[in-house]
């Protein structure tokens, strides 16, 4: 589809106001191979870690993704490139559990459309801690909740 379509203005003002602080991602193999690589090339402004055990298949760095084993591997060298700024965990569902098991993440970012689906992967399908989190903020639109939740630590 064209970039923008399935949006309203209250989807892109998240979009843009959650993509603006950010310098690195990391992804998992699975999302990377759902995506189909975006088409061999980086579609973010920073560099994208991709999780995987199969580090051996690591493609071209021109096209801006760098494969590396572990979640806390790739959060840390994420965290080096991004200079400061934010680093996004965008998925698939293991690698935001592992990420949160971790403790690497300091913001929760949920998108909700309004549809049911009986199959795939359940985001917190199996993760048995508990983790306290405080709304910051919400968009809604007809496609879609946003909601950003930070991650309440101990004191």
């Known amino acids: ?18 993509t603006a602080t950010l310098g690195a991602g990391v992804v998992g193999r699975g999302m990377y191979e759902a995506a189909e690589a975006w088409g061999g090339k980086n579609p973010f402004d920073g560099p994208l870690y991709v999780v995987t055990h199969r580090v051996g298949e690591q493609p071209d760095p021109a096209q801006g993704f760098r494969f590396i084993e572990g979640v806390e591997e790739a959060v840390a060298a994420a965290q080096e490139a991004a200079g400061g700024k ?3 965990v965008s998925g698939g569902a293991d690698v935001i559990r592992q990420a949160l098991r971790a403790g690497l993440v300091d913001e929760l ?4 459309a309004p549809v049911l689906l009986g199959g795939g992967k359940r985001l917190f399908d199996g993760f048995d801690q508990d983790v306290d989190l405080r709304i910051g903020k919400v968009w809604q639109s007809p496609y879609a909740v946003h909601a950003r939740y930070e991650v309440v630590r101990d004191a």
């Open 109 to 112: 970012v949920l998108s909700t």
């Open 86 to 88: 934010d680093v996004a």
């Open 1 to 18: 589809g064209q970039p923008g379509a399935g949006m309203g203005p209250e989807d892109r003002a998240f979009f843009e106001e959650l």
